[in-house]
């Protein structure tokens, strides 16, 4: 296949890191990827719920160094480009070529059939014609895109086990915060006459309908839709009027928080609240807020650090 882009990276001192990106600028380079190590361990840290583990390599990559990466295209337009780029800039650099394919592929390698819970089977969908599955599994299959949702975490294999012990078949079901919308389509795949899913990211709705076809469920089952499930009143005005058997939410603390208060009017009578993405030790206080708005917890689940509530009016 051909190589469409050539990744340039120049390994900066901290100190020079805004002398020479503003030389760059200066230069025509019209966008700069600047990696710091402090800044790159603020994100890890921030965005600490998607990660089960962190390579060491790249870790040891990051030590001491920012790093500054540019991109031109392949070819000897590209080549020209670049030497314009770096008039003045009198650093090493490294080039890697990269394939529209490593862009968008290179995290399918990490991605394998999964059992979660007695049942279900999470399948990447480019595995579709060569896993054999045991008798009596529900096959779910997944293309996760770039949204959060293939399944491997912790939390969201606690809502999958949880949909498979509490889910009613043929009741409806809600997700909020859907990501790639793999517990509203697993819900389907188990039983669900029709789900919703609501993420606050629009790439989610897309994907979340992609996975819904690839099981095979149509537009009349399910319904994707972008909105903040905190905010937006509106929104939660019009799931309010649906009435699920089960609410899922897969989110964090803070956004289940304050949204137990509206949780009892998206529940059908005798429905299931299952509240999951929570760090343990911040359960007590996922528990005080439900209990606050009415709703006991029935059930705790616990993985790896994290848990799952769930709960029912009453
Ligand atoms: N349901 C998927 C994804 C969970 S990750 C799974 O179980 O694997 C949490 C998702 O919640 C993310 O996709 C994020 O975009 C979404 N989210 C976070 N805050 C939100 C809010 N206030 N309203 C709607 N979605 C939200």
Same mark, same amino acid.
């Given at each position: ?61 990051? #030590? ?14 590209? #080549? ?58 529900? *096959?779910? =299959? ?7 949702? @293939?399944?491997?975490?912790?939390? &969201? ?38 789900? &919703? ?5 629009? #790439? ?18 399910? *319904? ?42 998206? =529940?059908?009578?005798?429905? &299931?609240? =299952? ?22 917890? @029935?059930?705790?689940?616990? #993985? ?11």
């Amino acid at each position: 296949m051909d190589s469409v882009w050539l990744e340039v990276s120049l390994n900066v001192k901290a100190e020079e890191l805004d002398q020479v990106s503003a030389q760059l600028i200066a230069n025509g380079v019209p966008g700069l990827v600047v990696e710091e190590e402090e800044e790159f361990r603020a994100f890890l840290e921030e965005n600490r719920q998607y990660w089960d583990y962190v390579d060491d390599e790249l870790l040891e990559r990051m #030590k001491g160094v920012s790093r500054i990466k540019l991109y031109v295209t392949d070819d000897a337009d590209g #080549k020209q480009q670049l030497a314009g780029y770096l008039q003045g800039v009198n650093l090493p650099y490294t080039t890697v070529p990269l394939r529209e394919y490593d862009w968008a592929h290179s995290w399918q390698k990490y991605y394998r059939p999964l059992a979660v819970g007695a049942r279900l089977w999470i399948v990447p969908e480019w595995e579709r014609d060569t896993v054999q599955l045991p008798e009596g599994a529900v *096959r779910l =299959l997944m293309n996760p895109g770039l949204t959060f949702g @293939t399944g491997s975490h912790a939390s &969201t294999q606690l809502c999958l086990e949880g949909i498979q012990e509490v889910l009613r078949p043929g009741e409806r079901m809600l997700d909020l915060g859907c990501g790639s919308g793999i517990l509203a389509v697993a819900a389907l795949c188990l039983g669900a006459s029709h789900a &919703t899913g609501v993420d606050i990211d629009p #790439k989610a709705v897309d994907v979340a309908y992609e996975n819904a076809a690839l099981n095979g469920i149509g537009r009349d089952q399910c *319904r994707f839709l972008a909105g903040n499930v905190i905010s937006d009143r509106s929104l939660v005005e019009e799931l309010a009027q649906e009435k699920a058997g089960l609410v899922l939410a897969n989110i964090v603390a803070d956004v289940i928080i304050p949204l137990a208060p509206v949780v009892p009017r998206l =529940l059908a009578e005798e429905g &299931t609240f =299952l509240c999951s993405g929570i760090i343990d030790t911040r359960a007590d206080e996922v528990a005080a807020a439900l209990k606050e708005a009415g709703l006991q917890v @029935t059930r705790r689940r616990e #993985k790896n650090g994290w848990v799952a509530l769930e709960a029912k009016v009453g």
